[in-house]
């Protein structure tokens, strides 16, 4: 399928990551294609986050509405997340860098459709679900939250999502057993909508007439209240933002406290 390339937005290099891009091509009118390439593995880092934000600003303000899909050209990853280490050492990466690309994404004022390639963990497969509609190639790749297994909380703005959006029995085995999707199982719980490549997502659009529905000036307004509670957790600024070294932090406490309680009741119940 011939794809026009409309432009390229550079994903500068950083010590820890070696920069590449996103490159927009239209397969066909008024359908955006934003493909990354950020070696190894797609990581947010606030590089990768401007650059996606620049690319989304381009197409809404240069360019007619219609549908934005985004993919990547690393075959085994969409997105594998953040750089961890790299997101808790950058002061206010949470509210000035990844939750504003998730609220932008949410609040399009076009559909998105994340064609997902490969693996999408973590904070890829929040990006994901911050798209509306979702496409699994099936070939590789799960979809999977896996906080559980390195032992990070799920911050609010990142876990409002999969509240809106999943089923509870859907969300409980995402997040308490960091259960990983392949396509197959995310059909089947409702977080994909198609399993095929590129062209099942240009089949989606075309029969939901997503194009159509991209024109219109309500578009953007209607998702910002079909999804209020996770807009006004991304938008929050501050003091009331929570950060994940808070959240380690108090538990620690609390843990600290229970050890205590319970060494002065164990050694009370022995006086018995």
Same mark, same amino acid.
């Given at each position: 399928? !011939?794809?026009?390339?409309?432009?390229?937005?550079?994903?500068?290099?950083? &010590?820890?990551?070696?920069?590449?891009?996103?490159?927009?091509?239209?397969?066909?009118?008024?359908?955006?294609?934003?493909?990354?390439?950020?070696?190894?593995?797609?990581?947010?880092?606030?590089?990768?986050?401007?650059?996606?934000?620049? *690319?989304?600003?381009?197409?809404? /303000?240069? @360019?007619?509405?219609?549908?934005?899909?985004?993919?990547?050209?690393?075959? &085994?990853?969409?997105?594998?997340?953040?750089?961890?280490?790299?997101?808790?050492?950058?002061?206010?990466? +949470?509210?000035?860098?990844?939750?504003?690309?998730?609220?932008?994404?949410?609040?399009?004022? +076009?559909?998105?459709?994340?064609?997902?390639? %490969? @693996?999408? /963990? *973590?904070?890829?497969?929040?990006?994901?679900?911050? @798209?509306?509609?979702? #496409?699994?190639?099936? !070939?590789? %790749?799960?979809?999977?939250?896996?906080?559980?297994?390195?032992?990070?909380?799920? +911050?609010?703005? +990142?876990?409002?999502?999969?509240?809106?959006?999943?089923?509870?029995?859907?969300?409980?085995?995402?997040?308490?057993? !960091?259960?990983?999707?392949?396509?197959?199982?995310?059909?089947?719980?409702?977080?994909?909508?198609?399993?095929?490549?590129?062209?099942?997502?240009?089949?989606?659009?075309?029969?939901?007439?997503?194009?159509?529905?991209?024109?219109?000036?309500?578009?953007?307004?209607?998702? *910002?209240?079909?999804?209020?509670?996770?807009?006004?957790?991304?938008?929050? &600024?501050?003091?009331? #933002?929570?950060?994940? !070294?808070?959240?380690?932090?108090?538990?620690?406490?609390?843990?600290?406290?229970?050890?205590?309680? /319970?060494?002065?009741?164990?050694?009370?119940?022995?006086?018995?």
């Amino acid at each position: 399928m !011939a794809s026009n390339e409309l432009f390229t937005i550079p994903i500068p290099a950083t &010590k820890s990551h070696p920069g590449g891009g996103i490159v927009c091509s239209s397969p066909e009118p008024q359908v955006y294609v934003l493909t990354w390439t950020s070696p190894p593995d797609n990581r947010l880092t606030p590089a990768f986050n401007i650059a996606l934000m620049t *690319a989304l600003d381009i197409i809404e /303000f240069g @360019h007619p509405p219609g549908v934005v899909i985004t993919t990547s050209a690393i075959s &085994k990853f969409y997105s594998n997340g953040l750089d961890l280490q790299l997101a808790l050492s950058t002061p206010g990466f +949470m509210e000035n860098s990844l939750y504003p690309l998730f609220r932008r994404l949410l609040t399009y004022p +076009m559909p998105t459709i994340a064609l997902l390639n %490969g @693996h999408s /963990f *973590a904070g890829g497969f929040m990006l994901a679900m911050h @798209h509306d509609y979702r #496409v699994f190639t099936g !070939a590789k %790749g799960y979809l999977c939250i896996n906080e559980l297994e390195f032992g990070v909380p799920l +911050m609010p703005p +990142m876990s409002s999502i999969f509240r809106i959006k999943t089923a509870p029995h859907v969300y409980r085995n995402m997040v308490l057993e !960091a259960r990983r999707f392949d396509a197959k199982a995310a059909l089947e719980a409702d977080l994909v909508d198609k399993i095929g490549e590129l062209d099942a997502a240009l089949s989606l659009i075309q029969e939901r007439a997503l194009v159509k529905k991209g024109a219109s000036t309500a578009y953007g307004m209607l998702k *910002a209240e079909m999804y209020r509670e996770s807009v006004a957790l991304l938008d929050a &600024k501050g003091k009331d #933002v929570a950060s994940p !070294a808070q959240w380690q932090a108090a538990e620690k406490k609390r843990k600290a406290e229970g050890a205590k309680w /319970f060494k002065e009741w164990n050694t009370n119940k022995a006086k018995l």
